[in-house]
């Protein structure tokens, strides 16, 4: 990788840049799980205007934080308080994409640990995060220290699909995850 690593907060000026790795990341990591017809559908503009509009009324309690490299958003992660209710966990991680040709460079580790330090600057010591279970790429959770805590069935794109919720208990050791080195 060339150039070095800015992690910050994205602005309604990054809706575009940040639909793009969404989309592009799900086309990726998804095929052969999500309906081909279904990823083939997806809008960049349909995506970035809600996008917009999202970020337009953020809260201080949400947050979406952008990777970028020499003016390029090359990832993101999105969060805040737990959506469902959740008796255990009071954070969640509701996205967290880097472009696949970005992967594996120490980026997502670094969007994870900005992520808990969002988190516990909120008051919410403790994490969870969903990943579709056929997502071979759910592993790097683990390896970040994530405990296997929740299932759920959700629908995408007409087909049922099994999630996994990994948890962390505690934010602390997560929020130093990539503050030890720059991604490389």
Do not use: C, H
């Amino acid at each position: 990788m060339t150039g070095s690593l800015l992690i910050r907060e994205a602005t309604v000026d990054d809706a575009a840049r940040v639909a793009r790795v969404r989309i592009d990341t799900w086309r990726n990591a998804y095929a052969g799980i999500i309906p081909a017809e279904y990823l083939a559908n997806l809008s960049y503009e349909e995506d970035a205007q809600r996008l917009r509009e999202r970020l337009k009324n953020i809260g201080p309690e949400r947050f979406l934080l952008v990777a970028e490299i020499q003016g390029e958003v090359v990832g993101f992660a999105s969060g805040g308080p737990e959506r469902s209710g959740d008796e255990v966990y009071k954070g969640e991680i509701y996205a967290l994409y880097v472009l696949p040709a970005y992967q594996r460079r120490g980026i997502g580790r670094k969007l994870v640990g900005a992520s808990a330090r969002r988190l516990l600057q909120a008051g919410i010591g403790n994490l969870l995060v969903w990943v579709l279970s056929a997502n071979p790429s759910r592993r790097f959770y683990e390896t970040l220290g994530g405990q296997l805590v929740r299932e759920r069935e959700i629908e995408i794109g007409g087909v049922l699909l099994q999630e996994v919720g990994y948890g962390w208990s505690e934010l602390a050791a997560v929020a130093s995850i990539g503050l030890d080195k720059k991604a490389d």
